[in-house]
């Protein structure tokens, strides 16, 4: 297999920054893309080459393919890192990078496409005998099919999903038969004009549920490890804003049937690279379900990364390249507890609506052995109304998770922002709650909290 030699990130912020800082540390010249709106953005500084593709929009720039194409001619890059979200799962993108002859960092195309779509995953998962929620098969509005007697069947309230969604969006909860046709119509005009997919699939809703996690690692030839597990419970809108690692108050049993069902899938498509399998922790029935798998890096990789001590970026490069040495199970080992808090431009007091604006004050912690600090901004930055608001990641890490949450509320209290709405003071407020303290906690634990 051909080496990175040098490294085009096709994505922006917070992300494109994280690969760029281990490309500099593994001597892999970086080359960036950007929008107009991100000419002065910080990954844009930190690359060693950067080109313009296009106006602010991502359908105008960061999703042209053609755009990014052209720029891997031009800059002589031989290699595509996706990062997460915008064109990470598009195995058009990854086919065409392929075909051009330059190195895709992520699994194959046809890998994509299976576990990208909802529907044929869940296929997948059944006949792999993993576990899943009873739903239905995909539709399409001009199918003219009725899908209120499968609801019947499976039961209210249940969820609508968007068959090519992913990472929380295109979901409807649908608590009785008089919301259903409404919640499947909106559901798929989003599911059209976010993925191009106007399909959707119905599925029982765990009331009562928590949102566990698998990190995974293939080796492409049918073999791969875990890297334990993470909780990803404390979402708004189906979005995490809160994850852990390891995931709390799960007993060793179910833990490991998790994890083997997560290897299951790994190994049935010779998956290479990082990956997650996410499951449905129905806390009433003390059991799980799957729900799906990213075939990328996820946002919250650094938990995982802080437990284990390993540089999951690292390893997918070195995937890629071949040049990683297959690991056993039983060497992979974590230490601790880990949570990661996500900070967003939005305020929380308006149902978490964005709150785009110039960062007149940014100011973090310094960054030690537990405290690290994911940003793709800095002071003086704006965050615009294209593109996700997250400003960072603050990560921290302690013996137990009663150490991690500690350290963590020391972080956020000194960490200063000013000049637009933001969510510290939520997230504070989350940490210090007994009920998050006492895992007390499921998917609507916000809901809950703001009542």
Request: hydrophobic share 40%.
């Amino acid at each position: 297999m051909t080496p990175v030699e040098k490294l085009l990130i096709a994505n922006r912020g917070e992300i494109a920054c994280r690969i760029i800082r281990t490309c500099k540390i593994m001597g892999i010249p970086t080359v960036a893309v950007h929008s107009e709106a991100d000419r002065d953005s910080l990954h844009v500084k930190m690359a060693d080459e950067a080109f313009e593709i296009g106006p602010p929009p991502v359908n105008e720039s960061y999703l042209d393919i053609k755009a990014i194409l052209n720029v891997m001619k031009e800059s002589g890059a031989n290699a595509v890192h996706p990062g997460y979200g915008l064109l990470a799962e598009n195995a058009g993108f990854a086919r065409e990078v392929q075909q051009a002859g330059y190195i895709w960092i992520g699994p194959a195309p046809a890998t994509i496409d299976t576990m990208g779509d909802k529907e044929r995953a869940r296929e997948l998962a059944i006949s792999l005998d993993v576990p899943v929620l009873p739903g239905s098969g995909r539709f399409q509005p001009e199918d003219g099919s009725d899908p209120s007697g499968i609801a019947e069947k499976i039961g209210y309230p249940l969820l609508v999903k968007a068959a090519a969604g992913g990472g929380g969006i295109g979901m409807r909860a649908v608590p009785s038969a008089e919301k259903l046709a409404g919640q499947i119509e909106t559901t798929q005009k989003l599911a059209a004009r976010i993925f191009g997919d106007s399909s959707v699939f119905l599925e029982r809703y765990v009331p009562n549920a928590r949102h566990v996690e698998v990190q995974v690692f293939g080796f492409g030839n049918g073999e791969g490890i875990h890297l334990f597990d993470r909780d990803c419970t404390i979402q708004r809108r189906f979005q995490k804003i809160i994850e852990e690692a390891p995931a709390p108050a799960l007993s060793g049993e179910l833990r490991a049937r998790m994890q083997k069902a997560a290897l299951t899938l790994v190994q049935h498509q010779s998956y290479l690279g990082a990956g997650t399998v996410e499951f449905i922790y129905d806390c009433d029935r003390d059991d799980f379900y799957f729900l799906e798998m990213n075939t990328r890096i996820q946002v919250e990789h650094a938990v995982t990364e802080m437990v284990s001590g390993i540089d999951l970026v690292r390893c997918q490069i070195e995937a890629a390249s071949g040049k990683f040495s297959s690991a056993k199970q039983e060497e992979i080992v974590i230490s601790g507890h880990a949570i990661e808090c996500r900070i967003y431009a939005e305020r929380p007091e308006k149902k978490f609506m964005p709150s785009p604006g110039t960062l007149t004050t940014l100011e973090f912690p310094e960054q030690t052995e537990d405290l690290r600090i994911d940003t793709g901004v800095v002071q003086g930055d704006k965050i615009t109304p294209y593109y996700d608001p997250m400003i960072a990641k603050i990560i921290t890490s302690g013996r137990d998770r009663s150490a991690a949450i500690a350290r963590m509320q020391k972080a956020l209290s000194e960490t200063r922002i000013e000049g637009l709405g933001n969510n510290l003071a939520f997230l504070l407020e989350v940490l210090a709650d007994p009920d998050f303290g006492n895992v007390n906690i499921t998917t609507n634990y916000i809901d809950r909290l703001q009542k």
